[in-house]
């Protein structure tokens, strides 16, 4: 029997949708939703992580940072400026420095909030210009545990297990602020299964301070990545450069499971076509670590890079990565399903 190439297509997404990962002993890479399906629908939206699911993601990302009143909510930054309509429904939240924080607002007040596709706060133009249409649909903030349910809710009834890759959001300046957002994120974690290694969780962030707090201070015993930023150094003070050395990458491996490294981290292009890995892959699994580089986007392709094929063959066929976050989800799994 012959189907139409439209048909073949909607069969292949389907199979592959289906397709399910051994966590912790992953037959294949890893396609992780880098917030949602952010190619397609706004960023860390219910939708966006439905579309991402029935995309055939096997992870989920939850960027998570608090409310006034504790809450955590998932949101990529502690700004709102970028993604809701904050600066028209709440301009007195505004501070010295002109922008608006999730930490200012109590839940009851970020649930009055429109999210929309991120964009230049003093300009208002998106920052991709083809993605979902500003303005356009409603989306809203949504809580971590609203959302441990709704993907929870999935896994139930499609009989899959995708999982979770929630990433603790500038816990220093949350405690500057007076707010230890660590000690309120791992509870509600483990309320809902997910606080062992056999769990289908990554738990990242980009702070070593806190990751090796969290794993000793704070008992936290399920997989962690230590979140490698593509500068020198971070914000917290964290030296990027020094963990990616084989020194630090054995170190790191004494806290964590694995790093997420900027793609910059593993492979460039000093030319046009002309790929060149960095070795990061290569040692980091010499140290026992997983990589998950960050992020896949077709609209935004890394300097020089000639295509979406020249990046994933580079990142999985060439540098050897065991999964990768992607704003494209769709695109990501069909690479992987035809690599051979």
């Not at 909607?10 to 890893?30: D, F, M, N, Y």
């Not at 880098?34 to 966006?48: D, I, N, Q």
């Not at 935004?300 to 540098?319: D, G, I, Q, T, V």
Request: proline share 5%; net charge neutral; glycine share 8%.
């Amino acid at each position: 029997m012959k189907f139409p190439s439209h048909m073949k297509k909607i069969l292949i997404s389907l199979v592959l949708a289906a397709a399910s990962v051994t966590h912790g002993a992953e037959a294949r890479p890893l396609v992780i939703a880098h917030r949602g399906a952010s190619g397609y629908l706004p960023e860390h939206t219910l939708p966006a992580k439905a579309l991402a699911y029935g995309l055939g993601a096997d992870f989920l990302e939850q960027d998570i940072v608090l409310t006034k009143d504790d809450v955590p909510v998932v949101l990529h930054d502690i700004f709102l400026d970028t993604v809701t309509d904050v600066a028209k429904r709440f301009p007195d939240k505004k501070r010295s420095d002109g922008r608006f924080y999730a930490l200012d607002l109590t839940l009851v007040e970020l649930k009055q909030l429109r999210v929309t596709e991120r964009f230049i706060a003093k300009t208002g133009q998106p920052v991709f210009a083809k993605r979902f249409p500003a303005g356009q649909a409603e989306f809203h903030i949504s809580t971590l545990e609203e959302e441990l349910q709704f993907i929870q809710g999935l896994n139930h009834s499609t009989g899959r297990t995708v999982g979770i890759y929630p990433e603790i959001k500038q816990p220093k300046w949350h405690r500057e602020q007076g707010h230890d957002i660590s000690t309120i994120v791992l509870p509600i974690l483990a309320r809902y299964g997910y606080a062992t290694k056999s769990d289908a969780c990554y738990l990242q962030c980009f702070e070593l301070e806190e990751v090796k707090r969290i794993r000793d201070d704070l008992g936290w015993q399920g997989r962690m990545v230590m979140l490698i930023e593509g500068k020198a150094k971070g914000e917290d003070g964290t030296d990027h450069s020094a963990l990616c050395t084989p020194v630090g990458l054995k170190e790191l491996a004494k806290v964590v499971d694995g790093i997420g490294p900027a793609i910059t981290r593993v492979v460039t292009w000093p030319t046009v076509g002309e790929a060149k890995l960095t070795g990061l892959v290569k040692a980091a699994h010499e140290a026992g670590l997983v990589v998950h580089p960050y992020t896949i986007r077709v609209d935004e392709l890394p300097k020089n890079c000639p295509s979406a094929e020249a990046l994933h063959a580079a990142l999985f066929r060439e540098a050897g990565i065991d999964g990768v976050f992607t704003d494209f989800t769709d695109v990501t799994r069909a690479w992987l399903a035809n690599r051979k």
